[in-house]
């Protein structure tokens, strides 16, 4: 029998794994078990070589589905993530991800959907490595810009904390309006459609002003 299993990755204290499943089930995932890692990196870590991660790889079967926020979860870079990708698609696991609700079917044998499959799979590697790219490259340009302040490295704070990221980002899943979270949350329209528009980039931010 196939099982839906959600792997997460909670790198700081301030993130919480009850989000994370909350999000997954509001967005329609019915997750029969947790795998997660807890403060662990995910940009110097391979998913193997992480504690659960290797777990969740001895667990998973052909015909489950394996769920991810996003697939930067999966790995450190393009070719990181698009192995690992693979590797489960080979094993005949049918990979998920909350935000986009996007599918990487690795039980389908029909030639064609196998080729949306895989092209899929290199254009949201990418994405993924370019918006990590994008965030270490702000990080490095705030850090030369005020050497002389360490306050001032991490950027301006955020007007958010980690509920209420986890929050709108729950909202979105469902379908709420801009309107609607930002009232609901006390968040401005601006900050909603900030994380609604890069949401890998608004936890990475909240992520700089929790360490």
């Known amino acids: 029998m196939s099982q839906t ?21 509001a967005a ?4 029969d078990e947790v795998v997660a890692d807890h403060g662990v990196s995910g940009v110097s870590t391979h998913l193997f ?8 790889d001895d667990k998973l ?3 489950d589905v394996l769920v991810v926020r996003w697939v930067d979860r999966l790995g450190r870079n393009y070719q990181d993530v698009t192995d690992t990708i693979r590797h ?12 986009n609700n996007m599918t990487f079917d690795g039980a389908t044998t029909d030639p064609t959907q196998m080729a949306v499959r895989d092209a899929l799979i290199a254009f949201m590697a990418a994405t993924a490595q370019a918006q990590a790219e994008a965030t270490k490259e702000a990080q ?10 360490p306050k001032k490295y991490r950027g301006k704070k955020p007007s958010y904390d980690a509920e209420s990221l986890h929050r709108v980002q729950t909202m979105a899943a469902e379908g709420a ?20 528009a890069d949401p890998v980039a608004a936890e990475a931010a909240l992520e700089r002003w929790s360490s």
């Not at 993130?15 to 499943?21: G, P």
């Not at 329609?28 to 997750?31: K, L, S, V, Y």
């Not at 309006?177 to 609604?196: M, S």
């Open 5 to 25: 299993i959600l792997y997460a990755r909670v790198s700081t204290s301030d993130q919480n794994l009850d989000h994370q499943r909350t999000q997954a089930e």
């Open 177 to 196: 309006g801009t309107t609607v979270i930002a009232r609901e949350t006390g968040l401005t329209r601006q900050t909603v459609l900030r994380i609604k």
């Open 49 to 56: 070589d992480r504690p659960e991660g290797k777990r969740l």
């Open 140 to 149: 490095r340009a705030g850090i030369e810009a005020n050497k002389g302040n």
């Open 28 to 31: 329609g995932f019915q997750i």
């Open 88 to 99: 489960f698609i080979r094993k005949g696991v049918v990979i998920r991800t909350v935000i």
């Open 61 to 63: 079967r052909r015909g």
